[in-house]
């Protein structure tokens, strides 16, 4: 069945909704009868040929074996499917017989669903149609749903049939019901202008994914073959390699024996796919409900081959309390083995920001390839994301860690840029990943990047954003591409560590100024998290707050809200404890007592500033703790680009513990100071500094780079003072298409951009004539 065809059957259906339902329903609530009618037609059709076989099977079971309780089994023999109905009726006959009476209809329309066998019973759950029967018998609208969904000019039987006027209907195909639901789904979440985030993944794109699977080792198909989608909709993908693979006509034509398996949240999708599993005569049972992420239903299976279009830009905060506890991961598909820059092997979180879940998927699937001790063929695996899955995340984040783990693994094995407005509900560029844990020797180590965008052509028709498709000359030169594995400018073939970096520190030492003054000072009244409101408090009730608080709280906890100062329960706490104001008016006393005897000079050497703060204290015998003497010391200073370096501590390093540094660092003792430790003049004597973490910054330095070279390169010549932190060295994976498929584009030259502008004044100046002279003509 052709696309005209397809269109045809949901003009049709789309008629249904506003010729029947107009008046009972909103427009936004046509799809709740709609799309189950369209599904429950579709069992019915395909169920007809073998009614009677099935009404003599159930008679045949409880009258001459007596059983009972009916034998699934038989029925299903009966009926040529892995699904039946047991009551006497059919769609066709319950229109046929209708009476006048909607009860009796209604009736009649509950035993035929009451009839089914408990897998299609599911899906007619899942689709809620039972609810929907009683708003159609009040609003008697039931039956002419049903003369609609029966009407001998709708062919929804996979054989072909004839119109009332003798004209041919072709058959609906599974493939191509599959499309027509799917159009239908788009078209009512275009009426209630949902953005919808399991967008359906146009055929072509299915057939591209296809070709990529299976085309490169089909003379090498097992004889069974398991295939996975874990979020399959309506299961197209699913299906549509099975077609792939065992069509006789195509180019696998294999006779291998294809098990289908797949996991859908949503319950409408999971329907279609479901009925389009037991339609196909695959078993129904290998496809579950509910969220892939939240429960592994598959854990115990690995698949030759999973494909997969997951939702992209969608939150997955829901699943978050099956997969995180804090910061600790419980599930195993989503905690990786990586080596750290350190050479440490350790487990690392693989769970990207809770806002886009998309490399979810692809985790579930890398986690399911089979060992090349359990097949010699291992898996390949497809599936389609958006830009972010290729750049998101810093290094040592979960995006990046699960780039790192797939491309260090060499599983990662190609990346091919589509064009943008290929999807039906969105425009954004998209790109198909192909993971392999059998690569061939030629593609071992290395990863392709293949640059599809420009291979379309345009439809006559936009369908939602979808304003483009491949032909099969498109996916016939993507495939060529593939396979020959060029490096030129549609497609580049680079090395696994390419893509890797180390994100490296480097830090600037602390200098700061110091000097006591009167205003300074009393900014230690408050915690400075809470400054704000603590300020207010004391301007309003002055040194009563020391006495009176408790008494205030009410008239605070309002001025709180009116200001919607959200606090935390901590500093909530600290706010109305009189403790904290009395310690804090404690120290600010002390603060003024330094004051006192170190005077208002300003120092542009902290260092010297602090030996004379800890020699003031010993003589006021006034013990700190560590916190409040920072809190003093901070309230007084501030950072001085101008003044000494503050250092943090002196190392004394010579002979063992000199040379065990150095190895570690992996320097020589002329390039420590590159390290942090710079010479303080004394023999064996080396200055490790305080860091200034405003000045504090990274580089993001490749893999195949020595970062003391480029340190020493691109940062020593502008910053002398610079210095390396490895201790914090993450190593992170992106994937940049725009950087290697990027061609500059030479600017033009003045000549020409003057002659434009010329050309631009000449047509203006001529535009005015006719403009003044029309004006004069008018007069």
């Known amino acids: ?22 008046d009972v329903y909103v427009r936004g609530k046509y799809r709740d009868v709609i799309l189950p009618m369209f599904v429950l037609r579709r069992l019915d059709c395909l169920l007809e040929p073998k009614k009677e076989a099935v009404l003599e099977e159930v008679r045949f079971q409880r009258e001459d074996a007596g059983f009972t309780d009916l034998d699934p089994e038989g029925l299903r023999e009966a009926s040529g499917y892995v699904f039946y109905n047991t009551s006497d009726w059919t769609l066709k006959k319950l229109v046929s017989t209708a009476s006048n009476k909607a009860q009796i209809l209604e009736a009649n329309f509950k035993a035929y669903l009451d009839g089914f066998s408990d897998n299609v019973k599911e899906i007619i759950d899942r689709f809620k149609l039972r609810e929907q029967i009683a708003t159609m018998v009040d609003a008697d609208v039931l039956l002419d749903v049903l003369e609609k969904f029966t009407a001998e000019r709708i062919n929804l039987s996979p054989h072909e049939a004839f119109d009332p006027d003798g004209r041919k209907l072709p058959p609906l195909s599974n493939l191509g019901m599959g499309y027509v639901f799917e159009e239908l789904i788009r078209k009512f979440n275009e009426e209630n202008n949902e953005e919808a985030g399991e967008h359906f993944t146009p055929r072509e794109v299915i057939q591209l994914m296809t070709h990529l699977l299976f085309e490169p080792i089909k003379d090498r198909i097992p004889p069974v073959i398991t295939v996975y989608d874990g979020a399959c909709g309506s299961g197209g993908m699913l299906t549509e390699s099975q077609d792939f693979i065992t069509h006789p006509d195509g180019p696998i034509a294999s006779t291998a024996e294809v098990y289908l398996y797949g996991k859908e949240v949503n319950g409408e999708t999971y329907a279609i796919c479901k009925s389009d599993m037991m339609i196909k005569g695959n078993n129904p049972e290998n496809i579950k409900f509910g969220s892939t992420l939240a429960t592994d239903d598959f854990s115990g299976l690995r698949f030759d081959f999973m494909l997969s279009n997951p939702p992209y830009g969608k939150s997955w905060k829901s699943d978050q309390k099956f997969i995180l506890d804090g910061k600790d991961v419980l599930d195993p598909r989503f905690q990786v083995r990586l080596t750290n820059f350190q050479g440490e092997e350790k487990e690392e979180s693989a769970t990207p920001r809770s806002s886009d879940g998309q490399l979810l998927f692809l985790m579930d699937m890398a986690g399911k390839m089979k060992s090349l001790d359990a097949s010699p063929l291992g898996s390949r695996v497809a599936s389609v994301h958006n830009g972010s899955s290729l750049f998101t995340g810093d290094a040592g984040s979960g995006e990046s860690n699960i780039r790192r783990y797939l491309i260090e693994n060499d599983l990662l094995d190609a990346i091919i840029q589509l064009p943008n407005n290929l ?4 425009g954004i560029t998209t790109y198909i990943w192909i993971l392999s844990n059998n690569k061939p020797a030629a593609r071992q ?16 028709k936009n369908l939602g954003n979808k304003n483009c498709e491949f032909a099969p000359e498109h996916i016939e ?11 030129n400018g ?12 180390y994100k490296v520190t480097v830090e600037r030492p602390l200098r700061k100024a110091a000097q006591f003054t009167a205003e300074r000072v009393a900014t230690l009244r408050f915690v400075s998290a809470i400054e704000e409101p603590m300020r207010w408090a004391y301007e309003r009730w002055g040194d009563a707050l020391y006495t009176e608080l408790p008494q205030k709280k009410k008239t605070i906890e309002d001025y709180l809200e009116r200001e919607d100062l959200n606090l935390s329960p901590k500093n909530k706490k600290a706010l109305l404890d009189p403790k904290v104001w009395q310690a804090q008016r404690e120290l600010m006393q002390v603060a003024q007592q330094l004051h006192e005897k170190i005077g208002d000079a300003t ?14 204290l010993k003589e006021m015998e006034e013990k700190l703790s560590a916190t409040q003497k920072k809190q003093i010391l901070n309230a007084v200073s501030w950072t001085e680009e101008t003044a000494a370096k503050i250092v943090k501590k002196v190392h004394k390093l010579s002979g063992k513990k000199l ?17 942090g430790y710079w010479p303080s003049g004394q023999p064996g004597e080396w200055i490790e500094y305080e860091t200034d973490s405003d000045l504090r910054d990274t580089e993001n330095i490749p893999l195949n780079e020595d970062i003391h070279d480029y340190f020493l390169r691109e940062v020593r010549p502008h910053v002398e003072d610079a210095w390396l932190d490895l201790s914090k060295t993450q190593i992170g994976y992106e994937i940049s298409f725009n950087k290697y ?30 403009i003044v002279s029309f004006g004069e003509v008018a007069k």
Request: hydrophobic letters at 40%; one cysteine or more; aromatic letters at 12%.
């Open 1 to 22: 069945m052709d696309h005209s065809s397809h269109n045809k059957i949901v003009s049709f259906i789309w008629s249904i909704a506003d010729d029947c339902l107009r």
């Open 423 to 426: 999807f039906y509900n969105t």
């Open 445 to 460: 180590g290395k990863v392709q990047l293949i640059d599809a965008s420009q291979l379309f052509r345009k439809l006559r």
């Open 477 to 487: 030169e993507i495939m060529r591409l593939y396979s020959e594995m060029p490096d």
């Open 490 to 501: 549609t497609s580049k073939v680079f090395a696994n560590r390419d893509f890797g970096y």
């Open 603 to 616: 120092f542009d050497d902290f260092n010297r500033f602090t030996d004379q703060v800890d020699s003031a």
């Open 659 to 675: 040379a065990a540094l150095l190895q570690t660092l992996g320097t020589t003792k002329e390039h420590l100071p590159d390290f």
């Open 741 to 770: 498929f990027y061609q500059h584009q030479p600017l033009r030259s003045l000549e020409d951009v003057t002659a434009d502008i010329l050309q631009l004044e000449a047509q203006t100046e001529g535009l005015l004539k006719k």
